[in-house]
């Protein structure tokens, strides 16, 4: 992670080889570690000028783009990511054509599928409602944990489990491929407040389950997938922050799983509670949220499970966050009611994690002062 140092030999090995296209790729990603954005698009450009059949040139450049809120260029150069070596994501071979908003779907079926992270097929399902005045029939191709809560936004018969047998259909979309196709721009993004519910039947099973509340509920993610590529940017110890949660508040951990060390942790704490199996999939996840008063979450699925519901989300991110969140700013245009708290460049989690506590707390003595006045 020296940065500085990255760039001064990349700047040489460029400086030997004026041609060398992979060290202007390089130098461009620790140019972008460093927010340097500028800077990086330039060598990425220039890369990708050296090596049109680049892959990774382009996918760096959208990434940056994006980073920045520019939509217009990020989006379309995104479409670059299937043909990246370094992209997770497999590219389906299907003999219906891709669909990017050019083609009319009137009386078509198009078939919209995931891609990547449970959290990406949460945050970019929104464009689902959008298909309605395009006056064609959706089917929806989605991982299990997330069947059940997908049902907010299409009838169950057009659900299918990912890789099961599909019915026929005209065209398909990758549901990351949406915002290119509906020409999404930071001030067009749509359904910013909710598009997700929960089951108001789950909803009063976990009211009877916590009982009587004392303290405001906060709801906690400390960490991602460990498989995740940046999980090591994204996720925290629990030992490093459970002193940091304060007894005033009743916290009740997201997480489905855990460590024994988390176990022990949990365990010693008064004020945490972990449900572990009882939180099953996504829409029981969700209900559960839905009587809390807060998340407090790493950059992770629940972060945007709870921002489609519309839960106050106090979301923690590392010095460089992912692109989605953009490089700055305390505010998404992606979630109206999530909060940003961002590591400084010291890269510790103590102080987002301090602000997010003092945030909630000050909103709940607001709010209480507001009903006294009421």
């Known amino acids: 992670k020296k940065f500085d140092l990255a760039i001064a030999d990349y700047t040489e090995a460029i400086t030997h080889n004026p041609n060398h296209f992979r060290a202007l790729n390089n130098r461009g990603m620790a140019l972008r570690e460093l927010r340097r954005f500028d800077e ?158 929960a089951d108001r039947d789950r909803i009063r099973w976990w009211q009877e389950h916590l009982g009587k509340k004392k303290n405001p509920r906060i709801g906690l993610v400390w960490r991602g997938n460990p498989e995740h590529p940046k999980d090591q940017r994204r996720s925290i110890e629990l030992a490093s922050i459970v002193n940091k949660l304060t007894p005033d508040f009743d916290w009740y951990s997201l997480q489905l799983e855990i460590s024994d060390e988390e176990k022990y942790l949990i365990d010693q704490n008064t004020h945490l509670t972990h449900f572990g199996p009882l939180l099953g999939d996504f829409a029981e996840t969700a209900a559960l949220c839905k009587v809390l008063d807060a998340v407090v979450c790493v950059d992770t699925s629940i972060a945007h499970l709870c921002g489609a519901i519309g839960l106050p989300v106090h979301l923690l991110l590392g010095f460089n966050a992912d692109f989605r969140w953009h490089a700055e700013g305390e505010t998404t245009p992606w979630y109206m009611t999530t909060r940003i708290y961002r590591q400084e460049t010291d890269r510790c989690w103590q102080r987002p994690l301090q602000l997010a506590i003092d945030k909630i707390r000050t909103s709940h003595e607001l709010c209480l002062n507001q009903q006294q006045t009421t």
Request: neutral net charge.
């Open 40 to 197: 990086a698009i330039e060598d990425f450009g220039d890369c990708v000028d050296l090596k049109p059949d680049f892959a990774d040139g382009y996918l760096n450049k959208a990434l940056t783009h994006l980073m920045i809120g520019d939509y217009k260029i990020g989006w379309k150069l995104y479409e670059h990511r299937w043909s990246s070596a370094n992209f997770t994501s497999k590219k389906r071979d299907f003999d219906k054509p891709l669909w990017v908003g050019t083609q009319s779907l009137s009386g078509k079926t198009i078939l919209l599928h995931s891609e990547q992270g449970l959290g990406d097929s949460l945050q970019f399902c929104r464009y689902i409602k959008n298909f309605t005045k395009l006056k064609c029939r959706v089917l929806l191709e989605i991982e299990s944990p997330l069947l059940g809560i997908m049902e907010n936004l299409l009838p169950v018969a057009q659900i299918f489990k990912k890789d099961s047998s599909l019915p026929t259909f005209d065209f398909h979309c990758p549901l990351m491929s949406l915002p290119l196709a509906f020409n999404t721009t930071v001030e067009t993004i749509p359904f910013s407040s909710s598009y997700l519910a």
